[in-house]
């Protein structure tokens, strides 16, 4: 089956500093991915969509400056957390499918607590 | 906006069949509906899609209604390790987003 990765799975930061958080397809080669972001007790929130070799596409009320992805190959996609604070600990997840009409199949996801 | 609703929660006593309703109806001819489930910390877990017919795997099958406007997720014998919050989802004509809903929480219990 589709294996998606993620790296850290958790990490813990200061605020004002910058967390980088990767998404690997590990057997296929996946040129949309997909950032989500899930708080406690709540269900996920797609945070944005990224295509290989092409700019991301945020969702409202997502501020691109401060969450930075770049899907530079058709396996690895990343997100970067730029500036963070207390607000941005969240659990960050990404999915990666074939193309935009085939499933997604979703990392493990990434634990991010500010301090 | 999530296309869906579910239930909130549902308990299923292990080796019984759970059966997971969702309502769509406002679906789209050309919209499918997809099932993932999401385990305590975990990333979701791909269960299973469809369009109009009935599908079935490994997992689980999905029934689709005649009008398309809802769709029962049914896993045959539930196990512990199926406990999970499950998410019904209408995936978005011609777009690739998936926008999940509450999901309904299935305890199975011993």
């Known amino acids: 089956g589709a294996v998606v990765s993620q790296h850290p799975s958790r990490v813990i930061c200061k605020s004002g500093t910058s967390v980088k958080i990767e998404c690997r397809s590990l057997?296929?080669?996946?040129?949309?991915m997909f950032w989500y972001r899930q708080f406690p007790k709540q269900s996920l929130m797609l945070m944005a969509t990224s295509n290989e070799g092409s700019k991301a596409t945020y969702e409202q009320g997502v501020e691109k400056d401060k969450f930075l992805i770049n899907h530079a190959s058709l396996t690895l996609s990343t997100l970067t957390v730029t500036s963070a604070h207390p607000e941005d600990s969240s659990f960050y997840i990404c999915?990666?499918?074939?193309?935009?009409?085939?499933?997604?199949?979703f990392g493990p996801g990434t634990r991010l607590l500010v301090l | 906006d999530a296309k869906t609703t579910q239930p909130t929660s549902m308990d299923c006593a292990e080796g019984r069949a759970a059966n997971l309703p969702c309502n769509h109806s406002?679906?789209?001819?050309?919209?499918?509906v997809y099932w993932y489930r999401q385990i305590h910390s975990q990333g979701p877990q791909y269960i299973i899609h469809?369009?109009?017919n009935n599908e079935t795997n490994e997992m689980a099958s999905l029934i689709i209604t005649e009008d398309r406007k809802s769709s029962t997720l049914i896993l045959p014998h539930a196990t512990l390790r199926d406990t999970a919050v499950y998410y019904c989802?209408?995936?978005?004509?011609?777009?690739?987003?998936?926008?999940f809903g509450t999901g309904t929480r299935l305890q199975v219990f011993p």
């Open positions: 406002t679906i789209s001819g050309n919209e499918y």
């Open positions: 057997d296929f080669q996946a040129t949309t």
């Open positions: 469809g369009l109009k």
């Open positions: 989802i209408v995936r978005l004509y011609n777009t690739d987003k998936l926008i």
């Open positions: 999915s990666a499918s074939l193309d935009n009409q085939e499933t997604q199949y």
